[in-house]
């Protein structure tokens, strides 16, 4: 599809000056007691005369999907991050500033937003101890859908369906989100999270994927661990002779120790089991995270967390300081060096972490086929549009795949993505770092 409609952004394409680079995030303000969080509920108004708000506030519900939130109230101000529809945010401050024909509201600690956002209630806010989406057990926050073989429409309305012109054409291939369903003449129709009605018909889901990383011992010295590549990998046993294959197979994806390399006939083999059952898997088959010490940006004495992207070996590591806690398969930018379609090495810090991105293509001439993934899950920018981030439509990991971002299998998207900073605030869909808060540390080598 060559139409350039809508507002997607590329694994390239994020529009980056709409978030204005280095802008800052944090976390939501809260007072702690004899070891329980609460969130204040009293209305500190500052200055308490210049923009009082009744006294019965104690929230203010967003109004719209995506609701862009600022370091500071003004004009032209530097993104924070945004928040999702509907929920109830703590309001810590009011303000009159340029920028807002009515008051700015704080929401969070930097984090402020106009007053016509949102509708001020008595509600209670968020708890600032929720996620603004609960794990799921596939990695996918929503019900994804591929387009079949012979593309299909959209429709703003689900009346107008297969009646009226409609609004967009998708192409075969093109992923969607799907999240509401309903029967019209008949016929079920799936309302995308852009807005979209669609034809089920014409979608075909997208199935789970059980793949996850390996969470490693707290006295990891190296990484003894390596993952099967290979379809069906052949085992063999060590003989005074050599090495014999056996009949036994490994399956793609299953974790196994690496206890020791040797050489052997057609190359290096590797030990994956202990005594009498000791068997040998050529080096071939395997992909094994290799240990590295950390770069100067990263703070070892604090112990604090760092990922590691390897691309000879198609492997991220986590660390913590020194120590690796957690290891999986990643599929790394198909590219030459220096290519657009390679992913860049260098040591960067996530400058954005958005819990989903639009990821196309749909803006390159030259492009050979054209793609569309709708709300790419836990997605974490570090260099540009060049980012960590959940892939539901391949199964490649281990193998170069990308067009320059790192693609995770979707359940290690999602641990990633609590556990680097900033942590993402209670009911927000977006945050970018602060001096407080920087963005985790990612070396790609």
């Not at 704080?106 to 603004?132: K, M, Q």
């Not at 050599?242 to 197979?249: H, Q, S, Y």
Request: aromatic share 10%; hydrophobic share 40%; with cysteine.
């Amino acid at each position: 599809m060559r139409r350039r409609g809508g507002a997607a952004a590329g694994s390239r394409g994020l529009r980056r000056s709409a978030w204005r680079g280095g802008a800052v995030g944090g976390v939501l303000v809260a007072s702690i007691w004899g070891g329980a969080v609460f969130a204040s509920q009293l209305p500190p108004w500052v200055p308490a005369g210049e923009a009082p708000l009744p006294a019965w506030v104690r929230s203010a519900r967003v109004l719209k999907r995506d609701q862009p939130l600022f370091e500071a109230p003004g004009k032209d101000p530097r993104r924070r991050g945004s928040v999702d529809r509907n929920v109830q945010l703590p309001v810590f401050a009011a303000r009159r500033a340029d920028g807002c024909l009515g008051r700015w509201l704080e929401v969070g600690a930097t984090a402020w937003l106009c007053d016509d956002a949102v509708e001020l209630s008595a509600a209670g806010p968020i708890s600032p101890l929720v996620r603004t989406w609960r794990e799921m057990p596939d990695g996918l926050p929503y019900r994804y859908y591929f387009v079949g073989p012979d593309g299909s429409f959209g429709y703003r309305r689900a009346e107008a369906a297969d009646i009226d012109a409609p609004d967009a054409q998708l192409e075969p291939g093109f992923a969607v989100a799907i999240v509401e369903e309903r029967v019209e003449g008949g016929s079920r129709y799936g309302r995308t999270n852009s807005g979209f009605w669609v034809p089920m018909r014409d979608l075909g889901p997208v199935h789970a994927f059980a793949f996850r990383g390996v969470e490693l011992p707290e006295d990891a010295e190296d990484i003894a661990i390596a993952w099967v590549v290979s379809e069906r990998a052949p085992l063999f046993t060590r003989t005074r002779a050599g090495f014999t294959r056996t009949e036994e197979r490994k399956a793609r994806f299953e974790a196994v120790p690496y206890l020791e390399e040797a050489q052997g006939p057609s190359g290096r083999l590797a030990r994956i089991a202990e005594g009498d059952e000791a068997r040998w898997i050529s080096v071939r088959d395997l992909r094994r995270p290799t240990a590295a010490p950390p770069p100067p940006e990263v703070d070892v004495d604090a112990g604090e967390r760092w990922i590691d992207v390897e691309r000879s070996t198609q492997t991220l590591v986590a660390y913590e300081g020194r120590r690796p806690v957690f290891t999986t398969l990643v599929s790394t930018g198909k590219g030459a060096p220096g290519s657009p379609r390679a992913t860049p090495a260098g040591t960067y810090r996530v400058w954005a972490k958005l819990l989903t991105s639009d990821m196309d293509n749909l803006e390159d001439e030259e492009a050979e086929r054209y793609y569309r993934m709708e709300d790419v899950p836990y997605v974490q920018y570090f260099s540009r549009g060049i980012g960590l981030h959940g892939a539901f439509w391949h199964r490649s990991f281990g193998q170069v795949r990308s067009h320059g971002c790192v693609n995770l299998a979707p359940l290690d998207a999602q641990r990633l993505f609590w556990w680097t900073s900033p942590r993402l605030p209670a009911g927000w869909t977006a945050v970018l770092p602060t001096a407080h808060e920087p963005g985790t540390v990612v070396r790609v080598r």
